[in-house]
């Protein structure tokens, strides 16, 4: 009897969690819960502005806006190499993952704007 119980539940369960999945995947629901997530989730949602550095290096290096954007999303923040604490408006080093792990971002997030001051390709 307890088998019989323990195996309607894990059924239940199961198909809970695929109509759940699916239902956020519709939704596009995010959970930026992380310290990374967080700080590129809030970088993400500010007015982007591009210094003059950032530019240069934008044509320099043949890198688009897209390539930006996926850095935004994807990418690896060290808070060590920036200054997260500095007021009125943090400073944070990002690096891109995978096919853009050679290229870097210092930003600037400030209250309403998030600008990218270099671009940093190695």
């Given at each position: 009897m307890l088998i019989k119980r323990i195996g309607y539940y894990l059924v239940g369960l199961s198909l809970g969690c695929i109509g759940v999945y699916f239902f956020w995947?519709?939704?596009?629901?995010?959970?930026?819960?992380?310290?990374?997530?967080?700080?590129?989730?809030?970088?993400?949602?500010?007015?982007?502005?591009?210094?003059?550095?950032?530019?240069?290096?934008?044509?320099?290096?043949?890198?688009?806006?897209?390539?930006?954007?996926?850095?935004l999303y994807t990418g690896d923040?060290?808070?060590?190499?920036?200054?997260?604490?500095?007021?009125?408006?943090?400073e944070y080093f990002i690096t891109g993952s995978k096919e853009l792990e050679n290229i870097s971002l210092l930003v600037k997030r400030c209250d309403s704007t998030a600008t990218i001051q270099k671009i940093i390709v190695e």
């Amino acid at each position: 009897m307890l088998i019989k119980r323990i195996g309607y539940y894990l059924v239940g369960l199961s198909l809970g969690c695929i109509g759940v999945y699916f239902f956020w995947q519709k939704k596009q629901a995010t959970f930026d819960y992380g310290m990374d997530s967080r700080t590129l989730k809030s970088i993400r949602i500010k007015k982007r502005l591009f210094s003059e550095d950032a530019t240069n290096a934008m044509q320099k290096f043949d890198i688009d806006t897209l390539k930006i954007k996926t850095i935004l999303y994807t990418g690896d923040v060290d808070f060590g190499k920036g200054n997260p604490r500095q007021k009125p408006c943090a400073e944070y080093f990002i690096t891109g993952s995978k096919e853009l792990e050679n290229i870097s971002l210092l930003v600037k997030r400030c209250d309403s704007t998030a600008t990218i001051q270099k671009i940093i390709v190695e």
